[in-house]
């Protein structure tokens, strides 16, 4: 792969806070159970994708000071589009004075890895810059009155710009992508309805996707667990993530975790993540990065990148 650099990196968040103590007041739960079984203390809730993806986007842009018009591909990652159809991409190519093509990835919440993925394809073909972006407002699909969905999902966004530098070592390392299509009913949202989801088979499931796939991701860049600086999962469910560290034997100071204060925001969690990670001093120039998302269809995917500023 041609060598790169992420130049810029933002998040974004609603402002409105929804405590678990909130959620008390109309589910049968309790703050004990909620943070027990998924790690989530608040998350937050409103904007539209669309909003979110500016905000985090505009971060990115400024944080590397890099001028809007030299962006050459804007990729959007998200399940929950402003409409159906045109895609939310133009209308945010639109908002942030770009001058280039723009599309939208739906692989829920394992978009991320896959829009990462197209980013680095459209820089081998010459392209110089992509910004990419994963946002998602999953409380506008989620059903206030369901337990099992209620006190998971959110809303956020974060992006990255990634900049080619032939002569850099940085950049995609590993790329591993799945789906298991006949496992779709397992969690699913139809055209104007809420989620519905399968707890424990999507648990089973994602377990099982996710090692496999970051195990694959390992051996194509013949690597170790151990030689990872900093894996930052798709935050869903501390569960689910504290299993893939055990199976893996990962450190728990190399796992990325913001789960906690931001609920699952499916798309926009890794990118999220990295940010988070990224602003807080943890990433050093020649890291080993390993993104890894899981998400309805069922799909998943690995990327592999080293970092280089």
């Known amino acids: 792969m041609i060598g790169s650099a992420i130049i810029g990196w933002g998040g974004a968040l609603p402002d409105r806070v929804v405590t678990n103590h909130d959620l008390e007041q109309t589910l049968d739960t309790s703050d004990q159970w909620i943070t027990e079984r998924t790690g989530i203390r608040e998350r937050r809730i409103g904007g539209s994708t669309t ?12 944080a590397g000071a890099i001028d809007p018009e030299s962006i050459d591909l804007l990729v959007l990652a998200t399940c929950t589009p402003d409409q159906i159809m045109p895609a939310s991409a133009p209308t945010l190519q639109d908002r942030l004075g770009l001058r280039c093509g723009a599309f ?9 890895v ?7 394809g459209f820089l081998e073909t010459g392209m110089d810059r992509v910004l990419v972006v994963g946002s998602d407002t999953m409380s506008a699909i989620t059903d206030w009155d369901d337990r099992g969905t209620a006190v998971l999902f959110a809303d956020g966004a974060g992006a990255l710009v990634l900049e080619r530098r032939p002569d850099s070592d940085g950049g995609l390392q590993a790329l591993d992508l799945g789906t298991e299509g006949a496992s779709r009913d397992i969690l699913y949202t139809d055209h104007g309805g809420k989620i519905v989801m ?3 088979e999507v648990f089973k499931q994602a377990v099982r996707a996710v090692v496999g796939s970051v195990e694959a991701a390992l051996a194509q860049a013949s690597l170790q667990a151990g030689d990872i600086a900093l894996v930052i999962p798709h935050q869903a469910n501390d569960r689910i993530v504290d299993a893939v560290a055990a199976r893996m034997g990962l450190d728990h100071l190399q796992v990325v975790t913001i789960l906690d204060r931001t609920g699952n925001t499916s798309a926009g969690s890794i990118p999220m ?5 990224a602003d807080s001093g943890r ?4 890291d ?3 993104f890894a998302g899981f998400g309805a269809g069922m799909s998943w995917g690995t990327a592999i990148v080293r970092y280089q500023p």
């Not at 909003?51 to 400024?62: D, F, G, I, P, Q």
């Not at 939208?104 to 991320?112: E, P, Q, T």
């Not at 896959?114 to 680095?120: C, D, E, N």
């Not at 993540?273 to 990670?277: G, S």
């Open 198 to 200: 399968k707890g424990h």
């Open 273 to 277: 993540a990295f940010a988070h990670a």
């Open 288 to 290: 080993l990065v390993l």
């Open 104 to 112: 939208d990835v739906n692989a829920a919440c394992s978009g991320f």
């Open 283 to 286: 990433l050093s120039p020649g």
């Open 114 to 120: 896959y829009a990462l993925g197209s980013a680095y």
């Open 51 to 62: 909003s979110l993806a500016h905000e985090a986007a505009s971060r990115a842009l400024e």
